[in-house]
């Protein structure tokens, strides 16, 4: 077999693996969505992820064994080079099929011109920021990690926005009664089991499927730009990819025709330099080798050779890494400034038996929490408790209560941020108190029967519960009631009653975080 039909093989089965690699991705997204399905693996992205290892090890000053398979990603970047961005990564997938598609060797368009080779340092800068704010116990510069980004946008925007517009097509097409057949058999075979019944409600839907469409509009500026410029979790591999063993060689048959550079990716192919590429940039795609006539490149096992002479000018060096420390310390500094109103509102409320860790900085913003309730009570928080927990989830129960008899948030959790609580215990754990507020509430305010949230109350024992009283209303008539009043040392905080409260707008009962001192916000 010639080496040109090697290379071509080769650049076909990588095509295949990022399509497995996607499809594995999707599925495990999905099947987070469907009931009776266990999690195990659900996590499985990223516990590969060497980014979100490295930082919550950090963060969390602790060894997290379920983290250890990032390792793997690290053996195969320092054999191989960045075959993550080349083969696995689903988010590089998705950019290398929205980039806009160019016949082979034909020059990009006039007008979208690669931005300065200088510019790739900055996915170094932002790499150190990422380190050092996890050495310092913050974490939000993690939401810029692909694979949160993409868990991220899938959840609260794509799926959700998939589900909206498969319900209005079958609203518009069940009007046509001859329909009615096909269309059951199709909800019951596809519909059904890929979105089930629930309604998905996410406030952050808008800024994250923004943030992500500019990520895709950057594409078709410059091919791969995030990959290019501002990925961290692409600059860790790239300084590893540095010492790889295989990488990119330019052999003396090379005529530089120049053929090969209009067709690699991230345009790390320089004519000026006998067509040579930089294996940190490099995304082992093998565009290279299909491109070229003269079997003038060929990926070869070589000694690891990392001389300051190969080093470029983009790449990090004392000053990239002095102004990664000083926008790292200036944004734990800030962070740490804001009101504690600010960073800790009475109604941020955790995950079950995050208040047992340190949540802020183990939490890598992954969204796994979040992408398998199966209320839709975790969403993802934006400013709502400062910068410092930009991402992190939280309960939100007026849109979704924790369930009582679900622990799904504690088994996908990849860094421990919640804890691995069996149900019995997640049960007994407070994630917050709740309060009646007797100025809204049916029976205190307008004297309305009403016994929903002692109703709702999962507790065996009942954490809410009715006290009978007489009542005179404003004709003079003598009535009487159940107000509704809550047991402080029996409610966990689910949520259900302020879900359930038939009251509009807000909830007449609503659910507080407690504090540090194990006390709670607003009393009964």
């Not at 690669?114 to 510069?141: C, D, H, I, M, P």
């Not at 899938?154 to 009664?177: C, I, K």
């Not at 941020?417 to 100025?439: F, H, W, Y």
């Amino acid at each position: 077999m010639n080496r040109s039909r090697k290379s071509e093989i080769i650049h076909r089965l990588r095509q295949g693996t990022q399509v497995v690699t996607l499809m594995l991705f999707l599925y495990l997204f999905w099947r987070a969505f469907s009931p009776g399905l266990n999690f195990s693996g659900s996590d499985l992205f990223y516990r590969l992820d060497p980014l979100a290892a490295i930082t919550a090890m950090l963060a969390g000053r602790t060894w997290i064994p379920g983290l250890a398979l990032a390792g793997v990603t690290l053996a195969f970047t320092l054999v191989f080079g960045r075959v993550w961005c080349g083969w696995v990564c689903p988010m590089g997938t998705l950019l290398e099929w929205f980039s806009p598609r160019r016949k082979k060797g034909q020059q990009p368009r006039p007008g979208r011109k690669a931005l300065s080779e200088r510019w790739r340092v900055v996915k170094y800068v932002l790499l150190v920021v990422l380190l050092l704010g996890a050495l310092f116990g913050n974490q939000t510069l993690m939401f810029l990690d692909p694979l949160t980004i993409l868990t991220r946008t899938l959840t609260v925007a794509v799926w959700p926005g998939l589900r909206s517009a498969v319900n209005e097509l079958e609203g518009f097409l069940y009007q046509f009664e001859f329909l009615w057949g096909p269309l059951d058999v199709i909800h019951n075979a596809v519909v059904y089991p890929l979105f089930q019944d629930v309604e998905a409600v996410f406030i952050a839907a808008v800024p994250v499927f923004l943030f992500f469409l500019a990520i895709v509009a950057l594409n078709w500026w410059v091919e791969r730009f995030w990959c290019r410029y501002l990925c961290p979790l692409g600059g860790l591999l790239g300084l590893l990819s540095k010492l790889s063993l295989v990488r990119r060689e330019v052999g003396d048959v090379c005529a530089s025709c120049a053929l090969c550079g209009p067709d690699c990716p991230t345009g790390t192919i320089d004519p000026k330099n006998g067509m040579r590429s930089d294996p940190a940039e490099c995304v082992v795609c093998y565009d290279c080798m299909v491109s070229c006539t003269r079997d003038g490149t060929a990926f070869r096992l070589q000694l690891p050779d990392w001389k300051l002479a190969d080093w470029k000018d983009y790449d990090p060096g004392r000053r990239e890494v002095l102004t990664g420390v000083v926008l790292a310390a200036t944004g734990v500094a800030l962070a740490g400034v804001e009101p504690i109103r600010k960073r800790q509102p009475a109604d941020l409320i955790r995950p079950p038996g995050a208040r047992l860790t340190d949540f802020e900085s183990l939490c890598i913003r992954c969204g796994e929490c979040v992408r398998v309730c199966p209320t839709q009570g975790l969403q993802p928080s934006l400013l709502e408790g400062g910068w410092q927990n930009l991402m992190t989830p939280r309960l939100m129960p007026r849109l979704g209560y924790c369930s009582y008899n679900c622990n799904a948030c504690i088994e996908v959790c990849p860094t421990g941020a919640i804890p691995p609580l069996s149900l019995a215990e997640k049960q007994n754990t407070p994630i917050g108190l709740a309060r009646v507020d007797q100025d809204r509430c049916l029976p205190w305010a307008y004297n309305i029967i009403c016994t929903v949230c002692e109703e709702a109350c999962p507790l065996p024992e009942k954490a809410i519960r009715l006290e009978e009283v007489e009542v005179v209303n404003a004709q003079g008539e003598t009535l009487t009631l159940q107000h509704p009043y809550v047991v402080q040392e029996l409610c966990i905080g689910c949520g259900i009653c302020e879900h359930q409260c038939p009251m509009g707008g807000e909830s007449a009962i609503r659910v507080f975080s407690p504090t540090d001192t194990g006390l709670f916000m607003g009393g009964v």
